[in-house]
C-alpha cells in the first residue's frame, strides 16, 4: 500500500518508523508491538496497523533500515571490543524474533533486488567497521593477519549465525574466543 | 504414501519434483503451487494433488530432498579430509540455487515444526559425523580441541554460509585452511 500521496500518512509513516527504531536500538526486537510502538511515536494503535498489520513486517522494515550499533566505535584494544560486539549480537540473535527477521532477510534477498542491495550495504558495512578496527590493532601491533577484512568478519559472525540460527544453540564466552583466536596471530 | 509399486506413480512423482525444483530455483516458494508445479511438469493438477496435499509439503520435499554427502566416511588424516569436504560444500553453495534452497529452509523452520524438526536432525547429522572424525583424530594425536562436535562444525560451516549466502564471495583454499586451523591445536 503506498501513502506516497497523502502527506499526512506519509508523516505518520516517518514517525512510526523512527519510534520503532528507537525502541529496537533501546530495548531489542521484542520491544516493537503495535502498543508500544504507537505510544512512542505519539500516534494512535490503529494508526500503526494501517500501515503495518503485522510487527514482523514493521521490524523487518526497521532492522533493514536501521543503522546498528555493532562493531561501531572501536574502542581500546581489539580483543576485549570484539568480545563484547560478538557478545552483544549472538545475545540479540538468540532472540527468536531476531533470528527470524534475520533468516527472513536473508531469504528474501534472493528473490528481491531491493533487499539485496540493503543486505549487500549491510553486510559491507559490518565488514567496513571490522576492517578499520583489525587495520587499527596490526598498526598497534596487537594481531597479524592476512585475511582480508570480509573474510574475518565471516569467520567471526558466520558461527554466531550459524549457532543461533541452524543448530538454536547458545554461544558461550569460550567460542567467541575461540572465533576471535581464529582470525591471526595475537600479540595482546 | 509408497507409490513405489506403480512405475507410472514413481515417474509422474519425479517429474513433479523436478518441475517444483525449478520453479524453486528461478522463481521461489511462492511459486510451488499446485497449478504451477502441474504446468510445468506436464502432468493434471489431480495429480499433483495425489502426491502431496499440501504445497508445503512438496516445497519441503523439494528442499530436503537430496541427502547431502557431505563428511560421510572419514578417510585417513583429519586435516585434508576436512579441506576436501569444506570445499565441496563451498563448491555447492556458491550455486544461487543451492543457496536459495537452504536459507530457505532455515527460514521456513522458524514457523514450520515440521521443517524445524528436518533442520534440527539434518545440524546433528553434520555435527555426529565431524565428531565421530575429529575423535578419530584426537586418538591419533593428530589434533587437540575442547571445543564440541557442534561448536566445531558452526565454526567450520557457519564462516562458509555466511560467505557464500551473505557477502556473495567466493570461498577461498586458504580461508578454509584458516578455519580448519582454528578448531584447535594440530599436531600435524
Redesign the interface.
Known amino acids: 500500500m503506498s501513502y506516497s500521496s497523502d502527506p499526512r500518512a506519509a508523516r505518520s509513516r516517518e514517525a512510526i518508523l523512527t519510534a520503532a527504531r528507537e525502541l529496537l536500538i533501546g530495548e531489542g526486537p521484542g520491544a516493537i508491538t503495535h502498543q508500544r510502538v504507537a505510544q512512542q511515536a505519539g500516534v494512535g494503535r490503529a494508526t500503526v496497523y494501517r500501515h503495518w498489520t503485522r510487527p514482523e513486517d514493521l521490524l523487518l522494515d526497521v532492522m533493514s533500515g536501521a543503522d546498528l550499533p555493532h562493531f561501531k566505535d572501536p574502542d581500546g584494544p581489539l580483543r576485549p571490543w570484539l568480545h563484547r560486539n560478538l557478545r552483544a549480537m549472538a545475545d540479540e540473535l538468540a532472540e527468536?524474533a531476531v533470528?527470524?527477521v534475520a533468516?527472513?532477510l536473508?531469504?528474501a534477498a534472493?528473490?528481491d533486488d531491493q533487499i539485496a542491495e540493503r543486505?549487500?550495504a549491510s553486510?559491507q558495512n559490518v565488514?567496513d567497521r571490522l576492517g578499520a578496527a583489525v587495520s587499527a590493532a596490526m598498526e598497534q601491533g596487537e594481531l597479524d593477519t592476512?585475511?582480508d577484512a570480509?573474510?574475518i568478519?565471516?569467520?567471526l559472525?558466520?558461527?554466531?549465525?550459524?549457532?543461533t540460527?541452524?543448530?538454536?544453540?547458545l554461544v558461550?564466552d569460550?567460542?567467541i574466543a575461540?572465533?576471535i583466536?581464529?582470525i591471526g596471530t595475537w600479540h595482546d
Chains 1, 2 share one sequence.
Open positions: 527468536p533470528a527470524a533468516l527472513t536473508m531469504q534472493i528473490w543486505r549487500d553486510t565488514a592476512t585475511a570480509r573474510e568478519t565471516a569467520m559472525i558466520g558461527p554466531i549465525v550459524y549457532r540460527a541452524m543448530q538454536r544453540g558461550s569460550e567460542l575461540r572465533l583466536n581464529g
